[in-house]
């Protein structure tokens, strides 16, 4: 099981893979960037064909053009539709004027879009911004989905991610509750729990995961997690820059609630927005304190009894 939090720089090595870097593969995750994420659920259908992931119904759930709503057991991937209205300048009382983020155009070769003209809508006499995101399991640094099973079911791999073994997992449901996020479910079909592997069965043959292979935009990257840590950076100064002040990155911090995530984001609002928590923990943080104190307690009660024994005895 390794540490239960705080910073944690070589999560494979805590897992019993080797101390030394060179005795496992280095931590692998995605980073997605969600300012050029398109809606186009490329990411979604890759992810189901791969893994030969059930259907999750056709139903329109009327919540915008969602129709999956929320990661799962039979979800893996899910991407988010948000429909916010632009809101006025406060001074002018004019739409703001919106930022090129770098959106791959759709028209025919050589032509250029008017600027912004791929980041709003116009609706009346205001307009509509549309926030997508891919979500995805965060392959935690501290996983409680993971230190909380009792099979061994869910394993950290040489890669540094966390995968479920479906063959021996028991349907306890400990894992469900578990997880900081709400990613990890049970299949209603046959009580067993299900989420993300990061294409485990694809990394170990030196692929991309299905997902990011898809994706047309490259909103889905995959690679060293170190390497993606350093091009957030970069991405997120280089908006910052254009003025989209809002833009932040989420899960990157190794100081966080989780120790960081295998699998970050850039967010254009709030992580609220986006159904994310604002600041995740790990929910088996305190374990080895309540621990600690159930055994204080049990010695106390010891002490009691025979102290009670002892004082009959006179």
Not at 40 to 46: Q, S, T
Request: aromatic fraction near 8%; include cysteine.
């Amino acid at each position: 099981m390794g540490r239960l939090h705080g910073r944690l720089d070589d999560v494979t090595g805590d897992a019993g893979y080797g101390t030394a870097r060179a005795d496992h593969p280095p931590r692998m995750g995605f980073f997605t960037d969600t300012s050029v994420c398109i809606g186009c659920k490329a990411c979604e259908v890759a992810c189901k064909e791969w893994n030969a992931v059930p259907d999750d119904g056709y139903l329109l759930t009327g919540m915008s053009y969602d129709n999956t709503q929320e990661l799962g057991a039979s979800t893996w991937r899910h991407v988010t539709f948000v429909e916010k209205p632009i809101s006025p300048d406060v001074e002018t009382g004019e739409a703001r004027e919106t930022v090129d983020l770098g959106m791959p155009g759709a028209g025919p070769p050589g032509v250029t879009l008017p600027h912004g003209e791929d980041q709003a809508a116009a609706s009346g006499d205001s307009g509509v911004r549309w926030l997508m995101s891919s979500d995805v399991c965060k392959h935690c640094t501290h996983a409680a989905c993971l230190d909380v099973c009792p099979t061994g079911s869910l394993f950290r791999t040489e890669f540094g991610t966390v995968v479920v073994q479906a063959d021996i997992c028991n349907g306890c449901g400990y894992c469900v509750p578990a997880c900081p996020y709400g990613v990890i479910d049970l299949r209603p079909e046959d009580g067993r729990a299900f989420k993300c592997t990061l294409c485990y069965d694809r990394l170990k043959e030196g692929q991309t995961p299905a997902c990011a292979q898809a994706c047309p935009t490259e909103s889905i990257q995959f690679g060293e997690l170190s390497e993606l840590q350093e091009r957030a950076d970069r991405r997120l100064a280089e908006l910052h820059e254009k003025g989209v002040d809002v833009a932040r990155l989420y899960g990157r911090d190794p100081e966080d609630g989780v120790g960081g995530d295998g699998a970050f984001f850039l967010l254009l609002d709030e992580p609220e927005v986006y159904g994310l928590p604002p600041d995740p923990v790990v929910t088996t943080r305190d374990l080895g304190s309540i621990w600690k104190h159930v055994g204080a307690a049990a010695a106390a009660l010891t002490g009691l009894g025979v102290a009670s024994f002892l004082g009959r005895r006179r």
